[in-house]
């Protein structure tokens, strides 16, 4: 293959995440720039991003805005700690935030990732019952296929087999809620599933076997990304939230893929009609292009750590990068640009158009289930005899031959394109995966 652009010599020192490695130096799939709706290979061929890259760059590429935001605030502020200091960009961005979160949820801290925004809700959760004297609360409720993130909090509260084979027990005094995906009653759903309400019920058994008084938190992706696209069923939602009052447990979203309009709308809390206590976010925060992560806790939450003596810090936690200025000069230009284009409702608009174009793969062969909302889709197929994930691996790199990125869990196809996608463009990425589908063995 003759390459447009050079690819790197070294290939070896790069321990690359989440990557079968020794596959990926044999073909290295790799991007050298990116605009709009397309990355350029190293080969020199325009991929389409039907992505968003990782679920994150939902304003599209190369948004000039945020170029320009950096460059400036690169070159005005390299960096301000944030640590008994601040930059102004820092308050800006916090109050732009918290006009865009449901009330109460208007106390923004700043983390830099998505791993790091839950970990930082876990803590809250526990150091807000001790700030109130509830100091037996510690015990954290995750939930079976939930993704969140890899740090220590983040993969306990998950529920991701491969975290407990490779990393071992995890933090103790953590529990599941069963996972809602019931292929057998909801498969080929469109939008929310009608059944599996009553799985939140399982909160109440858990909560019994703990006792109340032990238990801290519950976090839930709404919609569940990373584990193939789980849309939460009719009602489950607001009877987690219910049981969550009656017992005095923070119920956290953790809307890291669901934020910042993925759904048509601010957060999935307002597309759901669900006000957790505390919500983390990131990836579309700054639409990618400085890394940067946030939770916003209700204003009791906030409240309950601002007590005793003034010069004493309230919450003992923080990030030396926590509200660098160019993640906060990049958000602030992600989110005029969000506004200004409208993009949110634009995701709302063509809900409808996606959804009825990834349901036509419903007649691809070995597609066993297909799920969207908002402006994300998933096309799952059934597992090749003794080879999980492997119809699945190969689908994404027949994708990125034939022009496209998509992103596989074992044998299921997410997309999730920049909001900015067209419909010829949804066309072009459906017709391209139908081939994929249809060309694997
Ligand atoms: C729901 C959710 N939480 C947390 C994370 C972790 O985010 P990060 O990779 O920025 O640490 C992700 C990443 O995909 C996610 O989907």
């Not at 238990?215 to 584990?227: K, L």
């Not at 196809?413 to 081939?435: C, G, M, N, T, Y």
Request: aromatic share 8%.
């Amino acid at each position: 293959m003759t390459y447009a652009h050079p690819i790197p010599n070294d290939l070896d020192s790069f321990w690359m995440p989440f990557t079968p490695n020794r596959q990926f130096k044999k073909e290295p799939r790799i991007v050298v720039s990116a605009k709009d709706m397309h990355y350029t290979s190293a080969d020199g061929r325009p991929i389409l991003d039907g992505s968003a890259g990782l679920w994150c760059v939902n304003a599209g590429h190369g948004r000039q805005r945020i170029v320009d935001a950096i460059t400036q605030s690169a070159n005005t502020l390299d960096f301000a700690p944030s640590f008994q200091y601040a930059n102004p960009a820092a308050f800006e961005l916090a109050s732009r935030i918290s006009s865009l979160t449901p009330d109460p949820l208007n106390r923004i801290f700043f983390t830099n990732s998505g791993s790091e925004a839950v970990d930082t809700a876990l803590k809250i959760a526990i150091a807000y019952h001790r700030a109130r004297g509830d100091g037996t609360r510690t015990r954290l409720i995750g939930r079976e296929r939930g993704y969140h993130g890899v740090g220590f909090g983040g993969i306990s509260v998950g529920g991701i087999v491969a975290n407990r084979k490779f990393f071992g027990s995890l933090l103790t005094g953590v529990d599941h809620l069963p996972h809602t995906h019931l292929p057998k009653l909801n498969s080929f759903s469109k939008g929310q599933p009608e059944h599996g309400a009553e799985l939140a019920d399982d909160l109440e058994r858990i909560v019994q076997l703990h006792d109340p008084s032990t238990v801290a938190a519950v976090i839930v992706e709404p919609m569940a990304g990373s584990t193939g696209v789980l849309v939460p069923p009719r009602g489950y939602l607001q009877r987690l939230r219910s049981i969550c009052d009656k017992y005095g447990i923070l119920l956290i979203f953790d809307e890291v893929i669901s934020g910042f309009g993925r759904l048509g709308t601010n957060f999935a809390a307002d597309r759901f009609g669900v006000v957790p206590d505390m919500m983390t976010m990131a990836k579309g925060l700054t639409n990618a292009a400085v890394p940067m992560g946030a939770v916003a806790a209700s204003e009791a939450i906030y409240d309950a750590f601002m007590t005793g003596p003034e010069h004493v810090i309230e919450l003992f936690h923080g990030y030396t990068y926590s509200a660098h200025p160019m993640a906060c000069a990049a958000g602030l230009a992600a989110l005029e640009i969000y506004r200004e284009g409208s993009l949110f409702d634009r995701v709302a608009e063509l809900e409808g158009y996606w959804e009825e174009k990834i349901h036509s793969l419903a007649e691809a062969r070995k597609v066993i289930d297909i799920r969207n909302i908002g402006l994300v889709g998933a096309i799952e197929m059934s597992p090749r005899d003794g080879e999980p994930g492997k119809r699945g691996f190969e689908a994404m790199i027949k994708a990125f031959e034939k022009g496209a990125m998509v992103r596989v869990t074992g044998d299921i196809i997410a997309l999730s394109p920049p909001f900015i996608i067209s419909k010829d463009q949804i066309d072009e990425l459906v017709d391209l995966v139908r081939d994929v589908v249809n060309e694997i063995d």
